[in-house]
Nanobody
């Protein structure tokens, strides 16, 4: 089973940008579909973006056109580029891995239940 460690995040002004990284270790990167989730205070964890082995991606409606998920499989690293940030993007962001070679669309629709490996999370704070 892989282990996931997020980095990046921090604080930004509304309209600004931030980048997150997730280093994947201890397993076979290509065996997993990856995602970024977020959880803000008092709310349930929600999927933000997913990416599969063929580099197909899918996004939550709330971030489409603003966020971009990519991966460097040679370096076992997942990325999330966040642009045009809004105060409502403030949350703890988690990377997650799902086995079973799900597509990006499948994993976005199925959400949390299919993701069995999680990072520890990294805080993103957007001020207006």
């Amino acid at each position: 089973q892989v282990q996931l460690v997020e980095s990046g995040g921090g604080s930004a002004q509304s309209g600004g940008s931030l980048s997150l990284s997730c280093t994947v270790s201890g397993g076979t990167y290509s065996s997993y579909t990856f995602a970024w989730f977020r959880q803000s205070s008092g709310k349930e964890r929600e999927v933000v973006a997913t990416i599969d082995n063929d580099d197909w991606t899918d996004y939550a409606e709330s971030v489409k056109g603003r966020f971009s998920i990519t991966q460097d499989s040679a370096k076992n690293t997942l990325f999330l580029e966040m642009n045009s940030l809004k105060s409502e993007d403030t949350a703890t962001y988690f990377c997650a891995a799902a086995s079973g070679r799900l597509t990006a669309i499948q994993s976005l629709n199925l959400g949390m239940p299919v993701f069995e490996v999680w990072g520890q999370g990294t805080q993103v704070t957007v001020s207006s």
